[in-house]
């Protein structure tokens, strides 16, 4: 894998705030009229992580063969919690996305990426006129928080998740996911599934630890010492603040965020 020239890489980091739900097996046909109540957009596409090396704090993957992304995790605010419904844990991130394509497509993936492949349903939802409502797309810079249900294929297994991420100013992140958290659940899951603290994670850490562990190679497999620098968009001087601030991630704990 290759990253394109450094032309216009990086903008400011995208705050996040997040909390996500990972359960076993298919994605049931009532799940997903509970979700139809508001208005989505789908896309299918294939997203390759970064497990190992593992890099304490941060979150590596693909994106669709179009954008490297970079996560890094800036501590946990706290408890989701929508009574009765929902229980999970808040993750706040920073985000960088830079321009990427493969450097031999269809050559598969080289040792320490995991592919995962998902069908995502994704509504967006806004206080910025004063209750959240469901919107048809993103209101620009104003505070809103985009809710998906994906389907998900990993490690020869099906999954599905449900996600939710607010973006915005930073004082109105947590209001606003807790907003769109109390519409969503307003309704609970059909057929008895409780969103809490058992599948509450990142996909970085369900991946590390369910369907697809890294395999650490052998010495002879390994790939050379500079492999790292073939997925680096740019020396690190050309990044502006980017490396310092990712230099800053917490260290020890990837968090259960999107």
Not at 21 to 28: A, M
Not at 144 to 156: I, K, N, P
Not at 161 to 173: C, I, K, Q, S
């Amino acid at each position: 894998m290759t990253a394109e020239p450094p032309e216009s890489l990086v903008t400011e980091a995208v705050r996040s705030l997040e909390v996500r739900w990972i359960f076993p097996g298919q994605l049931q046909a009532a799940v997903a009229g509970w979700f139809g109540r508001f208005p989505a957009r789908t896309e299918s596409r294939e997203d390759t992580y970064l497990l190992d090396p593992p890099l304490r704090g941060l979150s590596v993957k693909v994106r669709g063969d179009a954008a490297l992304e970079v996560k890094a995790y800036r501590g946990s605010p706290g408890i989701l919690e929508v009574a009765g419904r929902a229980r999970g844990h808040l993750e706040s991130w920073h985000k960088w996305s830079f321009p990427f394509s493969p450097a031999c497509p269809g050559s598969g993936d080289p040792p320490g990426w995991t592919p995962v492949r998902k069908k995502r349903r994704i509504s967006q939802f806004s206080p910025a006129s004063g209750p959240v409502v469901a919107l048809a797309a993103a209101l620009g810079q104003q505070p809103r928080c985009q809710v998906e249900l994906t389907e998900v294929h990993a490690g020869g297994q099906h999954w599905w998740t449900l996600g939710f991420e607010a973006t915005g100013p930073a004082d109105l992140l947590r209001s606003t996911l807790q907003a769109t958290a109390t519409l969503v659940f307003a309704h609970p899951l059909p057929g008895g599934v409780e969103p809490g603290h058992d599948h509450s994670r990142s996909y970085a850490q369900w991946l590390a630890n369910s369907p697809a562990p890294a395999v650490t190679p052998t010495p002879e497999d390994r790939p050379p010492a500079d492999a790292l620098k073939r997925i680096t968009p740019a020396p690190r001087p050309s990044l502006g603040g980017v490396p310092t601030q990712l230099q800053d991630a917490p260290q020890g704990h990837l968090g259960p965020a999107v």
